[in-house]
């Protein structure tokens, strides 16, 4: 009786308490449920899952972190987003839904401002600048491996004349576009690169006519700083050389396939994400590297020589040790300016403001 009397406070009854302790359990079993339920984490793509390039490489980072993680995470993901309206809709959904971690993984999705009104979701996006308390920014040094990628381009030319079908005409893309042409000109000196802007990550469409332009005006290569395969397969269907990018696409051209500068989102999202859910995660900017293994280059193709090969090999491994630097000096622009001083490197932020084409681009800057 005396315990049973320690169970019942006074004015309360037997049953009352009994009651009281079973609502108690309940409640401590909910708690712990929910502490244990997933972390949710999505990623927001600016072209199709599955585009061979660019978001489908994303997309199998956030498999990497789902595989790595099972029941811990709950991923998913958001295709074809545009900057703007629609991308706010989508993380207003998202945040509803119950996502504490969104990588927004294309240039002018976030900006701090935009970040501040969801203070306890973490924000993370790719290729900018701007971070804040719940914003950081990430990318890597995808110029060395389309520099290493523009060598394979330029030694398969016969001609030296080389297509690039290009996205938007901004830093990125400009310094992408940079780097692959002094790669060309390395292994065919005197190598010329003729550009054609499409304005858009990914459109086939417009990919396709623009590779085909660049046909008709006699390059006997072509390469892309786009997302999709188009490119490619008009360089399968007119006999010429490919190199692509973002992803290994060979399977769409495989005759015509050289290489290509590829991305490994994997490892950087695992980390971030272990981060967030062990309340670590901090803001910051990460720019990865040949080195630790964020980009690199796809498997070469049929038409690379062995030469060549080997060639690529030695100078990629100058760009990890340090003793080489496609952008240090001297560096001439199109109109014979030297942009770079002899002695002088390109420091990351200086990559990031880049405005002129390299000596040997034929197009304009501004698209």
Do not use: C
């Not at 295709?79 to 989508?90: H, K, L, R």
């Not at 900017?285 to 040949?290: E, K, N, P, R, T």
């Not at 090969?309 to 340090?322: F, M, R, S, T």
């Not at 420091?347 to 405005?355: D, F, G, H, P, T």
């Amino acid at each position: 009786m005396n315990s049973r009397k320690k169970l019942a406070p006074a004015g309360l009854s037997l049953a009352t308490a009994i009651a009281l302790v079973a609502a108690l359990v309940v409640v401590s079993v909910g708690s712990a449920r929910r502490s244990d339920s997933p972390f949710k984490v999505a990623w927001i793509l600016v072209g199709p899952h599955n585009d061979g390039g660019w978001s489908q490489s994303n997309y199998d980072g956030m498999l990497y972190v789902q595989k790595a993680l099972g029941s811990k995470v709950e991923t998913t993901y958001k295709e074809n987003i545009a900057v703007g309206t629609q991308f706010s809709q989508t993380v207003a959904s998202l945040v509803a839904q119950g996502y504490k971690m969104i990588f927004a993984t294309s240039y002018g999705y976030v900006s701090p401002a935009f970040a501040a009104k969801y203070p306890n979701v973490i924000f993370e996006q790719a290729t900018g600048e701007a971070q804040s308390k719940n914003l950081a920014e990430y990318f890597g040094a995808a110029e060395d491996t389309i520099f290493l990628s523009g060598m394979a381009a330029g030694a398969a030319s016969k001609t030296g004349k080389i297509g690039y079908v290009v996205a938007y005409p901004i830093p990125e893309v400009i310094r992408h576009t940079d780097a692959f042409t002094l790669g060309a000109q390395l292994t065919h000196p005197g190598a010329t690169v003729r550009i054609v802007w499409t304005n858009s990550w990914y459109d086939p469409a417009a990919e396709k006519k623009a590779a085909e332009s660049l046909v008709s005006s006699g390059v006997d290569v072509l390469g892309q700083n786009v997302d999709s395969p188009a490119t490619g397969q008009v360089a399968e269907a007119d006999h010429i050389p490919w190199v692509g990018y973002d992803s290994d696409s060979s399977q769409f051209a495989p005759k015509s396939w050289l290489t290509a500068s590829v991305y490994n989102w994997g490892p950087y999202y695992l980390k971030r994400v272990k981060e967030a859910i062990a309340g670590t995660w901090k803001t910051g900017f990460y720019y990865g590297s040949i080195k630790d293994g964020f980009t690199a280059l796809a498997p070469y193709g049929p038409g690379v020589s062995a030469k060549t090969k080997a060639l690529v090999a030695a100078k990629e491994k100058q760009i990890e040790n340090g003793s080489f630097y496609e952008f240090a000096g001297p560096i001439e622009n199109q109109a014979g300016k030297v942009v770079v001083p002899k002695g002088k490197r390109l420091s990351v932020a200086q990559l990031y403001a880049v405005n002129w084409l390299v000596k040997g681009v034929i197009g304009s800057p501004t698209g």
